[in-house]
Every structure is written in C-alpha cells, then in structure tokens.
Nanobody, 120 residues
C-alpha cells in the first residue's frame, strides 16, 4: 500500500513563491503518474500538474508558466515549485499517485492535503 506524505505550503503574499514536496512510502509493483491536485472552498478538486513515468508533464492552463513539477523516481517523490502566486491559487493541495500494486491491481493514492494561502 502506498502512502503519500506532503510537506510545504503555508501563507504567502501575492507574487511570492512556495514549494510543495511529496514522498511516497510503501511497496508497489510500479508507480505511473505522480502529481498535484487542488481544491478551493466551494469548488471541485482540479488537476494542477502531472508527471508520467515516461517524463511527460502537463499543467492546468491557469498555472502554466508559473508552476513547475519535478519528480525523483529513485526517491519516489514529487515536488511542485509555485512562483508568481496569485490569490486564486489559494486552496488545499493534494499529492497524487497511481500505478500497480504488488498484486498487479490498479491503485491511486492521495496525500493528506496541505493548505496554500495567497494574500493580496
């Protein structure tokens, strides 16, 4: 079973930067995608950035050019560097991973969430 442990987040002024980190623990057959979602109050959870096992990255249009996702396959970790933050980036950010368990069953895992608040 995979557990995702997040760190980072906090309060920052608009235009500032934050870095989120996430490390996966547990034993699996493989991990395919790792990434970040966010959920603002009263809104649905949305994809922020994703990194595939092949190294492809994708971003929500709203964060392109400002956020950068990076992945360490040896450490099984993923990070999100957030620059030029805006008040509308305020949300709880969740680390995400999916892949195959030791029994070759599909799984997806979520972190506990970390609050990011951007003040204007």
């Amino acid at each position: 079973q995979v557990h995702l442990v997040e760190s980072g987040g906090g309060l920052v002024q608009a235009g500032g930067s934050l870095r989120l980190s996430c490390a996966a623990t547990g034993i699996t057959y493989s991990i395919n995608n790792m990434g970040w979602y966010r959920q603002a109050p009263g809104k649905q959870r949305e994809l922020v950035a994703l990194s595939t096992s092949g190294g492809t990255t994708s971003y929500a249009d709203s964060v392109k050019g400002r956020f950068t996702i990076s992945r360490d396959n040896v450490k099984v970790a993923v990070a999100l560097q957030m620059n030029s933050l805006k008040p509308e980036d305020t949300a709880v950010y969740y680390c995400y991973a999916d892949g195959l368990s030791l029994r070759r069953a599909d799984f997806n895992a979520w972190g506990q969430g970390t609050q990011v608040t951007v003040s204007s």
